[in-house]
T-cell receptor, first 111, second 108 residues
Framework: GENVEQHPSTLSVQEGDSAVIKCTYS??????FPWYKQELGKGPQLIID?????GEKKDQRIAVTLNKTAKHFSLHITETQPEDSAVYFC??????????FGTGTSLTVIP | DAGVIQSPRHEVTEMGQEVTLRCKPI?????LFWYRQTMMRGLELLIY????????DSGMPEDRFSAKMPNASFSTLKIQPSEPRDSAVYFC??????FGQGTRLTVV
């Protein structure tokens, strides 16, 4: 089955700096890659996603890039703010039903 | 829409007791997912339903776990008998992208 690895497990950045979280996947057939933000005591919230026919997608301060050849995808957050502090999860899916999640990155934005 | 609603938010029970977790998905969504989250294993898919029918329950850890979706607006996840290693946060998700707030289960 699919195996998703996520790095780093923890990340601290100064407010205003950029944060980058990287994930790799093993199954080249996977074609949908969502990213989730999970705040303390809450469920994961979908923040951005990308499909395998697209190399990059942007939504305000958040962007995701996908390299199908290398089987890795990344989340980029620019101009970080304290409210960006949370745990971020990447996931990979082939069917849109079975999702394989990374182990999460705890992001801390230092004011 | 109120989003995915799970109850209870917290549950503490004694080993051996039956536990029932409840979920109300977003109206109109055809798929419903049950996940378990622990520090050790992260987010694991337990089972998902499509149009109220269980499609894949390969993630259900043991026969002690069962899930039902009697109609489009309600699902339950039952653990009987519960064990301390079942302690985790259980999430219900609607159409894979919309998660509930979760139920934190502690089995003592």
């Amino acid at each position: 089955g699919e195996n998703v690895e996520q790095h780093p497990s923890t990340l601290s950045v100064q407010e205003g700096d950029s944060a980058v979280i990287k994930c790799t996947y093993s199954d080249s057939a996977s074609n949908y890659f969502p990213w989730y933000k999970q705040e303390l005591g809450k469920g994961p919230q979908l923040i951005i996603d990308i499909r395998s026919n697209v190399g990059e997608k942007k939504d305000q301060r958040i962007a995701v890039t996908l390299n199908k050849t290398a089987k890795h995808f990344s989340l980029h957050i620019t101009e970080t703010q304290p409210e960006d502090s949370a745990v971020y999860f990447c996931a990979a899916s082939l069917t849109g039903n079975q999702f394989y999640f990374g182990t999460g990155t705890s992001l801390t934005v230092i004011p | 829409d109120a989003g995915v609603i799970q109850s209870p938010r917290h549950e503490v029970t004694e080993m051996g007791q039956e536990v029932t977790l409840r979920c109300k998905p977003i109206s109109g969504h055809n798929s419903l997912f049950w996940y378990r989250q622990t520090m050790m294993r992260g987010l694991e898919l337990l089972i998902y339903f499509n149009n109220n029918v269980p499609i894949d329950d390969s993630g259900m850890p043991e026969d002690r776990f069962s899930a039902k979706m009697p109609n489009a607006s309600f699902s339950t996840l039952k653990i009987q008998p519960s064990e301390p290693r079942d302690s985790a946060v259980y999430f219900c998700a609607s159409s894979a992208s919309f998660f509930g707030q979760g139920t934190r289960l502690t089995v003592v």
